[in-house]
């Protein structure tokens, strides 16, 4: 049972290059959300999931796309990367809203 | 609209002493809360959840958290803190009114146990 997998693990980007991030669960969990966690920020929603099909926005969702075509898969795409967006980001899944999130182990994004 | 609040950065503590790192919260309806822990170079851990019933709640690694309604408090409790027990921690709630179905977290509070 690998959890939730994120790839890369770490990933430099030039200002303006586009990318995605991959975040993959194999515990037919709904509902899945995209994190980035800064120094004394916290962790802020990004994007998220409820379900095959259907995604939202979230506190942060400038500058980032998501799609989700099947239960497992909930990619995140930058689309023109600035300074603003070097953070860690966590993709997280739940069966339903009152169970705990499972986490990845987060990719390290640096934009020079 | 739901939050979290955790007004403490940083929390020292002797190792072999109780430890409290402090949460609170506001929502419209009934809140779940959850405390996670997060290891450096790591993603989050679930320690453990309050949904509804006793309001202490026990969890992973000795943690426990009691939920106070009329303070609107969920703070994380161990009677005997270990070094290996420095790390980042956050909570999160979720408020069961409005139709929100993701957690807001906390902004982590830096628990440092000394030997």
């Known amino acids: 049972n690998a959890g939730v997998t994120q790839t890369p693990k770490f990933q430099v980007l030039k200002t303006g290059q586009s990318m995605t991030l991959q975040c993959a669960q194999d515990m037919n969990h709904e509902y899945m959300s995209w994190y980035r966690q800064d120094p004394g920020m916290g962790l802020r929603l990004i994007h998220y999931?409820?379900?095959?099909?259907?995604?939202d926005q979230g506190e942060v969702p400038n500058g980032y796309n998501v799609s989700r075509s099947t239960t497992e898969d909930f990619p995140l795409r930058l689309l023109s990367a600035a300074p603003s967006q070097t953070s860690v980001y966590f993709c997280?899944?739940?069966?339903?809203?009152?169970?705990?999130?499972?986490f990845g182990s987060g990719t390290r994004l640096t934009v020079v | 609209a739901q939050s979290v609040a955790q007004p403490e950065d940083q929390v020292n503590v002797a190792e072999g002493n109780p430890l409290t790192v402090k949460c609170t919260y506001s929502v419209s309806g009934n809140p779940y809360l959850f405390w996670y822990v997060q290891y450096p170079n790591r993603g989050l851990q679930f320690l453990l959840k309050y949904i509804t019933g006793d309001n202490l709640v026990k969890g992973s690694y000795g943690f426990e958290a009691e939920f106070n309604k009329s303070q609107t408090s969920f703070h994380l409790k161990k009677p005997s803190a270990l070094v290996s027990d420095s790390a980042l921690y956050f909570c999160?709630?979720?408020?069961?009114?409005?139709?929100?179905?993701?957690?807001?977290f906390g902004r982590g509070t830096s628990l440092i146990v000394h030997p």
């Open positions: 999160a709630v979720r408020d069961t009114a409005g139709g929100s179905y993701i957690p807001t």
């Open positions: 997280a899944s739940s069966y339903r809203p009152g169970e705990g999130y499972t």
């Open positions: 999931s409820v379900g095959a099909g259907i995604t």
